[in-house]
Structures are given as C-alpha cells and as structure tokens.
C-alpha cells in the first residue's frame, strides 16, 4: 500500500497535467499618441529608513528615466510614479518596472537588473528582464551615485528603444542608441 499510493498520485498529477490547457498569450500591446504612459517604479530591494531625499533609489531611478526618455524624444506623455502610490485610469497603458537588484554585485561591479511589464485593458506583455553591469567606482558620493545611474541609464535605453515597435508609427524604432547616447551614459 505504501508504495501503491505515491505511484497513483503521480500518474494522476500527469493525467491533471496533460489536460491542461496552454496559458493564452496575450497580443502585443500598441500605443499610440493619445495614450498617457503610466510608469512606475517597484523596488524589491532592502528600503532603508537613511534612503530618504536625494539618496532615495526612486528618485535617482526617476531622474535616469526622465533622461533617457528625453533624449530619445519619446513621443507620447507619460507620468511617473511608486509603485502603488496612485490608481491609474482605466484604459489607459502602465509600465512596471520592478528592480531586481540596482548596486554592487559582489564581484567589484555594479550591476542593474529589473523586469519590465507593459499593461493594458487587461492585457498583458512581460518585456522581459534587463541586466547591465559596469566596474565599480570607488570615491566621492557623488561619483559613486553617477556610476550607479550611468549602469541603470544603460539598461533604460534599452528598455525604452524597445517599445518603438509598440507605436502605431515607426518613430522610435528608427532611433538608435547612438554613441552620444551611450557617451552621456558612462559619464
């Protein structure tokens, strides 16, 4: 009997399992100009009670993206927020990125890593996770932090040139991550 009931269960969790039907892929999700983007920012990281002002993860998060989006003319509207700090309306497209890990890696690099999301009317693409590394600066605060934010800059650029094959227009697939782009993200 023993030895009866573990075989049993597994042939009937194959069975339950060769039943199931595939997950339904959700489409691509298209923007277009009249779309306000909501983007926003979860940090799955350690939050210290010390990381307030300036040395908030989010704002320097914040301040990269607004960057990287102005430079690339990003074409439509877009708001920036926490994760969970506002309701956004109905309809109207989100973008998630959760930050996996964003500083050292243990091995003398700084590394960004975050999952991007975009959401909208109920569907959903996962864009997939997004990993950039660069050698650690030891120095100022100052220097410190811009290396951080040079690394996450590079990932964001990516991240946002991504998106072009999203819009009803081919604007931002034609821009390319120049080497003025990619200079501004290593100073």
């Known amino acids: 009997m023993k030895r009866i009931l573990p075989i049993a269960l597994g042939v009937l969790s194959l069975v ?12 691509p999700i298209i923007l277009t100009e009249a ?28 301040e990269a993206l607004e960057e990287v989006l102005e430079e690339l003319g990003f074409p439509i509207e877009y708001k920036i927020s926490r994760w969970g700090a506002r309701r956004n309306p109905p309809g109207e497209p989100e973008l998630l990125f959760v930050i996996h ?34 050698s650690m ?21 990516k991240v946002i040139t991504g998106l072009g094959d999203r ?13 003025d782009l990619e200079e501004a993200a290593n100073d």
């Not at 983007?39 to 998060?61: A, C, K």
């Not at 605060?141 to 964001?156: C, I, P, Q, T, W």
């Not at 819009?167 to 991550?177: A, D, N, P, T």
């Open 16 to 27: 339950v399992l060769a039943d199931a039907k595939p997950r339904k892929q959700s489409p």
């Open 35 to 62: 779309d306000t983007l909501y983007i926003e920012v979860m940090d799955s990281v350690n939050y210290s009670h010390h990381d307030v002002g300036d040395r908030d993860r989010f704002y320097l998060f914040r």
């Open 101 to 134: 890990k964003w500083g050292s890696d243990g091995l003398g690099q700084i590394e960004a890593r975050f999952q991007t999301v975009l959401r909208k009317e109920g569907d959903k693409n996962n864009l997939g996770i997004t990993r950039e590394r660069d």
């Open 137 to 157: 600066v030891f120095s100022s605060y100052e220097r410190v932090r811009n290396a951080h934010k040079a690394v996450l800059r590079k990932g964001l650029v």
């Open 167 to 179: 819009f009803e227009y081919e604007r931002l697939e034609q821009v390319e991550i120049g080497t």
